[in-house]
């Protein structure tokens, strides 16, 4: 046989060798759920189709009625769950269902690179170590600079309408809000992106967050293995980024005579630090999962917050803005139950972070009465499934009304706990790993909202095609708006 023969054959035994992994699920996953078919995660790459689309109409109907799918996600088959009583079992069978996040997944890749061995991946007496360290800084938190940079937000967007711009795109403008919320709240420096148009830092963030989550590399994470020239400059680029980052925080805080007085989440990773509980690269890893999930999320749930108050211009954003009017204390908006009920039903409508696939098995276990799952399987939960399940929200399930969460403050309050307890939404997970930033996010929220419905009145532009992103974090996709002032203040 030639060598051309040989060489054809070998490629041939390698192509059929992943056609094989990527198309059937591995013979030892649970038999007894449905398949989601291999290509249904690559059709937003090719078709307008947009993830709460691509639910409707090829994971819904085996999701619900199993509970849980075979699905292929990340270069691997993995186990994606909605059924109440399933994450019940998950979140607190920690030692089970383990976390492992991208560290561990794919620690070659560029987007573990980013983010490390941090509080939401980690498992075990590191991940204690990590919680026990941020804890008191993000549940007591000065909320000032939130409303000081809310102030700020809306000068900026009336800067744009003075200039005569029809249509504001806000995703970038948010990003910066949400930069300098975190960064001012948590790690005790100020990114001042909405003070600066020009900021070295943040258009480092621009260009890596771009390379990261090129959905390329991230549906093939194995390629960063591959010495290709430009994936090698994004994970230089992201040592630079992650090195003026962490140095910016010591220098603020180390610097600031009053530094043991301080009681951002920051200033107790650096004690953690000198203490030795932690070491350096832990530290930086913390620093920036701090600022990662600190503005990305809250980014999402607060685009998705001004599209539905948009959408429901003429009954909610009226209804928000007549409850919020004379609220003068940032503190008392947390008892209003319009605003409130408003915030809850948007996180169960668009859970800002749809699929995570972060809990790998360490031993063969049973899910609910019959699944079973062999060690060293990925498991993880759809959050729009579990809250469009009418099973769990009724025959209203798909509709945006958040009169059901009530008309009083404490019935609504009591019907969120409820709602997560029983995990009809797991929007911010739930029990011992439950989310630390819920109760920052929609201080945000609240604030931010309040001072925009004082200040503007927005509408969608009807250019804007209405959209969710294709994949990964949801949220309206390049999201447009038009805005004029409020005069009838
Ligand atoms: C709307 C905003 C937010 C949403 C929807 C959200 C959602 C979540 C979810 C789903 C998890 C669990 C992830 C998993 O299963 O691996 C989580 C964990 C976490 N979140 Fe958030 N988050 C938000 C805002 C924030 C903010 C502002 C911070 C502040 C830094 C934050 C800090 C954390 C931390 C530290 C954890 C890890 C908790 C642990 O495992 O002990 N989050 N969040």
Redesign the pocket.
Known sequence: MGIFKILGLILFLIISYIAFVVVVPPLNLPKNIPTIPFYVIFLPVIFPIDQTELYDLYIRESMEKYGAVKIFFGSRWNILVSRSEYLSQIFKDEDTFA?S?NQKKIPYSAIAAYTGD?????HGKV?RD??NA?TKG?QHFDDAPISKNAKLFCNKIKERVQNGQVSVHMGPLSQRLALDN?SQV?LGFDFATLKHEKNALHELLIHIKKQIFHPFFLTFPFLDLLPIPSRRKTFRDIARFRGLLVKRVQDQLINNYKFEQTTF?ASDLIRAHNKGTIDYKQLSDNIV???V???E??Q??FNTSLYLLAKYSSKWQERLRQEVKNVTDPKALADLPLLNAFLFET?RMY???NT?I??CTTKVCKLGMDIVIPKNVYVG?N?FGTSHDAKNWGPTANDFEPDRWGSDIETIRKNWRLAKNRCVV????GG???????K???T??RITLAEMLNQLKWSLDPEWEEKFTPAGPLCPLNLMLRFKENVAK
């Not at 011992?432 to 819920?438: K, S």
Request: glycine fraction near 6%; charged fraction near 15%.
């Open positions: 976390k996040g941090n509080v939401i991946s980690a991940w990590y919680r941020i993000l975190i948590a989440a999962i701090i600022l999930a600190g503005h999320n809250p999402l749930l996180v859970p800002p972070l995570i972060n809990r939960y959050n797991t929007a911010f997970h011992r790993r439950a989310c630390l930033g819920e920052l996010a929609l945000e929220m």
